[in-house]
Nanobody
Framework: QVQLVESGGGLVQPGGSLRLSCAVSGSDLSMSPVAWYRQAPGSQRELVATILTTDRTIYADAAKGRFTISRDNAKSRVYLQMDSVKPEDTAVYYC????????WGNGTLVTVSS
């Protein structure tokens, strides 16, 4: 079955950088759009970035200019490069695969704090 596993989260200071990774198995990554979502405590899950099969990218306003979504189909991985992070970026980050069904990973926690 399709599995998504996020990694790369952790504690980072404001202004720092972090790269999240989503490993996809059981599905051809090149055939599907992938998105990164995040959910802060007590908040709704929100879309952060999307990468289409054409590698076109779409970003939420909060992520524009700071985050970069990319994919490596050979490694079956999707990345979210987070630069100039802010405390409000603190959340559990999830990757989502748009295949025949929507598939979610279990998330990786990013904490931005000094």
């Amino acid at each position: 079955q399709v599995q998504l596993v996020e990694s790369g989260g952790g504690l980072v200071q404001p202004g720092g950088s972090l790269r999240l990774s989503c490993a996809v198995s059981g599905s051809d990554l090149s055939m599907s759009p992938v998105a990164w979502y995040r959910q802060a405590p007590g908040s709704q899950r929100e879309l952060v970035a999307t990468i289409l099969t054409t590698d076109r990218t779409i970003y939420a306003d909060a992520a524009k200019g700071r985050f970069t979504i990319s994919r490596d189909n050979a490694k079956s991985r999707v990345y979210l490069q987070m630069d100039s992070v802010k405390p409000e970026d603190t959340a559990v980050y999830y990757c989502k695969l748009y295949a025949d069904e929507e598939h979610w990973g279990n998330g990786t926690l990013v904490t931005v704090s000094s």
